[in-house]
């Protein structure tokens, strides 16, 4: 190991807090779809920083934008409109079918957002019981408390308890959310496809069915497309892929390309939830991080990686779904949409060790749901370097066996 990255990795651990666990490896820079570290080690990316670096690395668009920003103001706070959020907030209704956006800094921000919006719509009808909400197994909507409390996955919650006002029913059964569904409830929170709890596609007829109970109930239908949302599935929102349209919806990750920016969109219906006092952000919406985010989805367009998505996400179904079938005493099953897809690591192997095995060959992915290895490049990558990674995965497992 280098000598400046072995230094850095041992100050690393004497002063950063320890609750995340790196390999000893300190990435320096990137390009397109690869990154290298400090010692010049190349790597093709196949996690975009989790689902976060949505025109890969260095993209001329994206640090113009964000350096022509940061020359001409930075930082004004909610005290003031600045003119790249203006934009922003049309750009993102026009794209979600929605009326309003309401901005923070991370995706946990942002589904707290909605929860509270969910909430206080109720409170300010007079129904001061309708605070439950109602969420999924398997299920992950951020780390703050709010949003760790909707989380349906025991790994995030244990210790920080009591989380209280949530049912969790299982993804899927529609009689359970039925079963579920009294006066208490404000809201169906759902992720259309399940990133963090292993990339599982909502089945068909679901979300449908969530959206014509919340139509009959008053519970708002509201969509966590954090990981799902600005075009990785393929469609600019997941839940377009269902034909549902939420009440409201949570962003983050992609929609700065690594800036960090959070944003929830909702129906005009629910302007009157959180007036002026009741709910906001010193960093929400600042002029650079919101020019970061118009610069993406104008790339989006331009480079109409939308389709794009639709296009290479088959590609790269279909390489999983040639490796599974290669390699059927490592791997269980491919799924996902676009460009979020994982291949299921059979029960018994350790997936740690191919994760980290790939990682040695230069392939950067992660891990989801526990036995799933998560493939979330960049949009922006191209034919020949998914079908490197793929190459890469192939060498690997012909190891393992
Ligand atoms: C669906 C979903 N919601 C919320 C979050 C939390 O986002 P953040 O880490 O930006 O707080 C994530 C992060 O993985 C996520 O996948």
């Known amino acids: ?64 934008a964000i350096a022509e920003q940061a020359a001409q103001l930075i930082h004004v706070s909610n005290y003031f409109f600045n003119e790249p959020n203006i934009r922003l907030a049309g750009e993102l209704c026009k794209r979600t079918g929605m009326q309003r956006a309401l901005f923070c800094n991370s995706g946990t921000e942002a589904v707290e957002a909605m929860l509270k919006l969910a909430r206080r719509y109720h409170y300010v009808r007079g129904a001061q019981d309708r605070y439950t909400v109602i969420a999924f197994a398997n299920s992950f909507h951020g780390r703050t408390l709010g949003a760790l409390t909707v989380t349906g996955q025991p790994k995030y919650r244990d210790g920080f308890g009591p989380l209280t006002g949530v049912k969790h029913v299982p993804f899927g059964d529609v009689a359970a959310v039925g079963q579920a569904l009294d006066d208490h409830v404000a809201a169906i929170l759902v992720e259309p496809v399940q990133g963090e709890g292993g990339v599982v596609v909502a089945p068909p007829g679901f979300l449908e069915q969530l959206r014509a109970l919340c139509d009959s109930s008053g519970a708002l ?15 600019f929102l997941a839940c377009e ?65 939308i389709a794009a998505v639709q296009q290479k996400g088959e590609r790269l179904g279909r390489a999983l779904q040639a490796l599974v079938a290669r390699y059927p005493d490592i791997l269980q099953q491919t799924r996902g949409l676009g460009l979020l897809q994982v291949l299921v690591v059979q029960d ?54």
Not at 354 to 374: E, K, P
């Open 221 to 235: 239908f509201i969509a966590d497309e954090v990981q799902t949302g600005v075009g990785r599935t393929g469609r």
């Open 241 to 305: 892929h269902f034909g549902v349209q939420p009440d409201a919806v949570a962003l983050a990750k992609g929609l700065g390309g690594g800036v960090p920016i959070g944003a929830v969109a909702c129906r005009e219906r629910y302007t009157e939830a959180l007036p002026p006092g009741s709910h906001g952000s010193t960093f929400a919406g600042n002029p650079l991080a919101s020019a970061a985010a118009l610069a993406v989805l104008e790339t989006i367009d331009q480079e109409q990686l």
């Open 348 to 401: 018994g192997r350790d997936i740690m060790a191919i994760h980290a095995a790939l990682r040695d060959a230069g392939l950067l992915l992660t891990v989801a749901g526990g036995n799933a290895l998560r493939v979330s490049p960049p949009l922006t990558i191209t034919d020949q370097e998914l079908d490197e990674g793929i190459s890469l995965i192939d060498q690997v497992l012909r190891r393992v066996v």
């Open 1 to 64: 190991m280098n000598e400046s990255q072995a230094a850095l990795v041992e100050a690393a651990h004497q002063h950063l807090y320890p609750n995340y666990k790196q390999p000893p490896l300190v990435l320096a820079r990137g390009r397109g779809s690869q990154v290298w570290d400090l010692e010049g080690k190349r790597y093709l990316d196949f996690y975009a920083g989790i689902a976060v670096s949505t025109l890969g690395h260095g993209h001329p668009r994206l640090t113009r």
